[in-house]
């Protein structure tokens, strides 16, 4: 189970930071990942986090904006953005998958456990 949590509203350039806690069978989990979606458009792959070794991947438009970082011992990952744009605003969910391979870490699909999802508005 994925709880999302740190979505709001935030005028252009400013910061957030979400938080995705997980529970139950968090020792098969091999990486978690953030995506959006926003209104008419698919989900897009954001960011994601590699649990055991911390290796991150990124879309092109938040690097160095975005950070995914994660916390073992809480079973928390978290997504800060910063400088944020008003093309960042959707709806952002966190998944988490245990059976990924690097091919396939941008890929919905690819994970089986979704969080419910918050909202992130930006202001132009």
């Known amino acids: 189970q994925l709880q999302a949590s740190g979505g709001g509203l935030v005028q252009a350039g400013g910061s957030l930071r979400l938080s995705c806690a997980a529970s139950?069978?968090?020792?098969?989990?091999?990486?978690m990942g953030w995506f959006r979606q926003a209104p008419g458009k698919e989900r897009e792959f954001v960011a994601a986090i590699w649990w055991r070794t911390g290796s991150t991947d990124y879309i092109d438009s938040v690097k160095g904006r975005f950070t995914i970082t994660a916390d073992t011992a809480k079973n928390t990952v978290y997504l800060q953005m910063n400088s944020l744009k008003p093309e960042d605003a959707a709806v952002y969910y966190c998944?988490?998958?245990?059976?990924?391979?690097?091919?396939?870490?941008?890929?919905?699909?690819?994970?089986?456990?979704w969080g419910q999802g918050t909202q992130v508005t930006v202001s132009s």
């Open positions: 998944a988490a998958g245990s059976t990924l391979i690097l091919s396939s870490i941008r890929k919905p699909a690819s994970y089986g456990y």
């Open positions: 139950g069978r968090t020792f098969s989990m091999r990486a």
